[in-house]
């Protein structure tokens, strides 16, 4: 027994390090940095000088990372709220069934007729070539920002059906095994051995049940109890818990873990912690996806591909072209454009991941003969291979070629989007976030809110807002609050060192965000201004406005009146405070700035001017100034 050492994972990682800058420098992608990596420190390359030639530790490195493919699942399934799932049903299940069923109903007969294969053989082979790879769209949608055009919905659609069409592919291969009670005594590690299909049905409807129910009844609680601890690895540590021990569950059953972990992830979808959980598991994600792709690389089979290289180029060739034919008939029935059409075949025409569990599974039962099942293997990981630089082609030649230039698309895409659809995060959800936040969503606007009061969270919640438990100055919990994608950030968490904490790091890495910030007093807006933010709100001045406005109107001011005052008083303090930021650090000049400005604030509410006139003769100052 080899055995994954030490040695092993440096190689790994470091192969990762040399390899993805490069590949996405050169505009590949991080996937096909990945796979590269993995084709260079594979046995036929620098594996055997590497050590790292066995095919034992190559299977342990794979099963591995396999977790990395289960955790994207469990992320996938927390970003989608059942009631958009609902909305999306007819797009799920109608492309996805003329995806998925239409590659099937093509490969069968070319098995059954041509290749002089068996009917469960056939139809085994059909489903393992129908799936496509989730790990490699879901990153490429990720990385170029495809995940919201019609591509990439339609393509989510399609992986969503595949995942779940897992369940039935899985338990009808064993049924059309001839050699299927001799062969799954061994072809299983499961409880259910050798047990009744009654039996079995009962245990998967079970094993699902108990996922949901733990997902309602007893996740939430216990985030709860560890969030008043205010302890924040066991979060880390119970999210990865909660997604091993689904896996597990699944595996005892006879089901894919992936499933598993998709089913929790849906079952966790409206949780108040969801965006908590998705930081904490998204770098081991990360990690491990990365791993798996090396993985897929170092187990193509070079020996093979050389020994019999044209029956592997024609499975290729012939598998890819069969699947793109089947997705231009999906796109083109479901109204895509060409263009989208275009990029949906190339997202999907691969052969995916699960195709390593189907026939892993189908080898296990004898369905497929030894030579087709090595030969498969090979196709799949040569498909996956080939896909990031088909996405690469098409960016680079074919978009253009027919009109689909980036900036053009990007003006599509901004044009498709309603105004309701842009996104507001508001970090901070006491009185000032809170009040920000009712008069966005009674606008017509929907907000994602960040707020690290479980209990505060929790009763705005049952109140029917939509407040999520996370520590917003973590950049992982910022990407999955969707920061890349918003419009506006509202800075409105107490105390101010926090609030400014996460200014920074919104500042850093999301410089198209707009950020309106929270200070407590002028003094800190101060310091925000001077740092060139100009939309600075003190959280105590439109109050005392208002209370002056009304003092004004006790001592006897008519309410017009009182109330041009204010707006006047408005108006000068918010171009002084611009004024007293330059000289906040030296007090001698900050005292005599302060008296002007404090004298010429009196002479505009004393001479009585009309609002219009004290903004020009504001404007006019300041660009004399300049």
Not at 123 to 150: D, R
Not at 389 to 411: H, Q, S, T, V, Y
């Amino acid at each position: 027994m080899g055995g994954f050492s030490m040695f092993q994972a440096f190689i790994y990682l470091l192969a990762a390090i040399v390899c993805v800058p490069i590949a996405k420098r050169s505009g590949l992608g991080s996937v096909l940095g990945y796979l590269i990596a993995g084709v260079l420190i594979g046995p036929y390359v620098l594996g055997p000088f590497l050590g790292l030639s066995s095919g034992e530790s190559g299977e342990d490195i794979m099963h591995a990372a396999e977790f990395g493919v289960v955790m994207m699942l469990f992320l996938v399934g927390l970003e989608l709220d059942p009631n958009e799932f609902w909305k999306m049903r007819k797009k799920i299940v109608g492309i996805g069934s003329i995806q998925l069923f239409g590659t099937i109903l093509l490969i069968m007969p070319i098995c059954f007729h041509y290749l002089n294969l068996g009917f469960g053989t056939s139809l085994a082979i059909g489903s393992a070539v129908a799936m496509s790879s989730t790990a490699i769209i879901l990153q490429t949608l990720s990385e170029k920002g495809l995940t919201k055009t019609p591509s990439g919905q339609s393509s989510f659609a399609v992986l969503l059906f595949q995942d779940i069409m897992v369940i039935p592919i899985l338990a009808i291969l064993p049924l059309l095994a001839v050699n299927a009670t001799i062969v799954t005594e061994h072809a299983h590690d499961t409880l259910l051995d050798g047990a009744p299909g009654w039996m079995k049905t009962l245990a998967i409807l079970s094993a699902i049940g108990i996922i949901f129910f733990v997902g309602n009844y007893i996740v939430n609680p216990f985030f709860k109890y560890i969030a008043r601890l205010q302890v924040r690895e066991l979060f880390t540590s119970f999210a990865l818990m909660l997604v091993i021990g689904v896996s597990v569950l699944m595996t005892y059953v006879g089901l894919s873990p992936a499933l598993g972990a998709f089913m929790a992830g849906v079952a966790l979808a409206n949780s108040q912690y969801k965006h908590q959980l998705e930081s904490d598991i998204e770098p081991f994600k990360a990690l491990l996806l990365g791993l798996f792709f090396i993985a897929v690389g170092s187990t193509i089979n070079f020996n093979l591909i050389i020994d019999d290289p044209l029956t592997i180029l024609f499975m290729t060739l012939g598998i890819m072209t069969i699947k793109a034919i089947v997705l231009l008939v999906a796109g083109w029935i479901f109204k895509l454009k060409l263009t989208q059409n275009i990029l949906f075949v190339m997202l999907l025409s691969q052969i995916g991941e699960f195709a390593f569990v189907i026939l892993n599974l189908t080898n296990q039962l004898q369905l497929i003969p030894k030579e087709w099942h090595d030969l498969l293997l090979a196709t799949t990981a040569v498909t996956m291979t080939i896909t990031p630089i088909l996405l690469m082609i098409n960016e680079k030649w074919i978009a253009p070629l027919i009109g689909m230039r980036k900036r053009k698309f990007a003006e599509e895409i901004e044009y498709d989007l309603p105004e309701s659809h842009k996104k507001i995060i508001i970090a901070g959800y006491g009185d000032f976030g809170n009040t920000i936040g009712r008069i966005v969503k009674f606008s017509g606007f929907q907000a994602t809110v960040l707020d690290n009061d479980s209990d505060r969270v929790n009763l705005l919640r049952k109140m029917g807002f939509k407040v999520y438990y996370g520590d917003a100055t973590n950049l992982n919990v910022l990407r999955a609050a969707k920061a890349d994608e918003a419009h506006i950030l509202v800075a409105a968490i107490d105390p101010p060192e926090i609030n400014k904490r996460l200014i920074e790091t919104a500042k850093e890495h999301f410089p198209n965000l707009k950020i309106l910030v929270r200070a407590r007093n002028r003094f800190e807006a101060y310091e925000f201004i001077n740092d060139g933010f100009d939309k600075v709100y003190r959280e105590t001045f439109y109050t005392a406005l208002q209370a002056g406005v009304d003092c004004l109107e006790l001592l006897g001011v008519s309410h017009e009146d009182a109330v041009r005052q204010g707006e006047i008083f408005k108006v000068a303090e918010k171009a002084s405070l611009k004024k007293l930021s330059k000289h906040s650090h030296n007090l001698e000049e900050y005292i005599t700035v302060s008296r002007e400005e404090t004298e010429r604030i009196r002479a505009l509410l004393n001479e009585g001017m009309n609002l219009e006139l004290v903004e020009d003769e504001i404007e006019e100052e300041d660009s004399e100034k300049r």
